[in-house]
């Protein structure tokens, strides 16, 4: 049980290099071209899908007790967290610069259009990266007992646009809505890759300047962060410093620099 700050920042970070490291690697996609100019492409539709699922996976809020406390958390927000808490490491890493422009893009809104043949008519709806992510990595999942609420969200941004579907025409909708997405993020992936792999880098050199201050693998040897209650998190942290101390060159090489082509708005 998480009982402190100290606690708190031991799982963020962890668990976010964690996941960081299985989305930037060899095992999804193939690095193309040479900085500026570089592209990806995902060996198939499941690697495809699995990345989705992965990078919804790092900004998905969960209710979090801490300090008797319940509090949304992401691996994001909790990044953040940890950048508020140690301002200097983060400016220093490039972490909380990175957690910044990854979180601008999440924000932006576009003006989604898709011609939905069970309305009869091009659907215009203005949704946030975010949600955009949120809604084709659940459908990647398959999870039929999701699908009410991904209706109700879309519901509501259709009633927003001024549109009034019945529900067929609202079901028919959210599966061209999601075609249309998985479209748009096929095309916008290596941008969001470059934008995971720019916080990776930044939360890797976080670790490793943490060991290079007391290289050791002895746990009570280490400089633990202030606060953390018991051996239980004083051995995540110990895990996290030793095993997750990555040579940079190894996440950069699965870093793109991602073109102007790809920059651009994808609906016009």
């Known amino acids: 049980m998480i009982k402190s700050e100290g606690d708190l920042e031991v799982v963020v970070l962890l668990e976010a290099h964690s996941l ?10 193939t690095v193309y ?5 570089q592209d990806t492409s995902f060996k198939d539709s499941v690697c495809f899908d699995h990345f989705l699922v992965l990078a919804h996976e790092f900004i998905a809020e969960t209710p979090v007790k801490c300090d008797g406390q319940s509090i949304p958390l992401s691996l994001q927000s909790g990044l953040k967290r940890f950048c508020d808490r140690n ?3 983060g400016e220093a890493t ?3 610069e990175a957690l910044r422009n990854f979180g601008a893009w999440l924000d932006a809104v576009e003006v989604v259009k898709r011609w939905s043949a069970g309305a009869n008519q091009e659907v215009k709806l203005s949704i946030p990266h975010k949600q955009m992510l949120a809604l084709i990595a659940n459908a990647a999942k398959h999870q039929l007992l999701r699908l009410s ?17 019945s529900a067929a025409q609202l079901v028919d909708v959210h599966g061209d809505l999601v075609d249309e997405l998985r479209g748009a993020f096929q095309y916008y992936s290596t941008l969001l890759i470059e934008l995971l792999g ?19 693998n002895d746990v009570s040897r280490m400089d633990i962060p202030a606060g953390v209650t018991d051996d239980v998190f004083r051995n995540l942290y110990g895990n996290l410093l030793v095993f997750h101390n990555y040579d940079e060159e190894r996440i950069a090489r699965f870093t793109p620099f991602t073109g102007l082509h790809r920059k651009r708005p994808y609906w016009t």
Do not use: H, M
């Open 87 to 89: 301002p200097a490491e």
């Open 94 to 96: 490039g972490l909380t």
């Open 33 to 37: 071209g040479q900085p500026p100019e």
């Open 20 to 29: 960081l490291a299985s989305i930037i690697g060899p095992d999804f996609y």
């Open 198 to 216: 720019r916080v990776f880098i930044g939360l890797n050199r976080a670790v490793s300047a943490r060991f290079a201050k007391n290289p050791t």
């Open 149 to 165: 609420s991904q209706l109700d969200k879309l519901r509501r941004w259709c009633a927003t646009a001024g549109y009034t579907f």
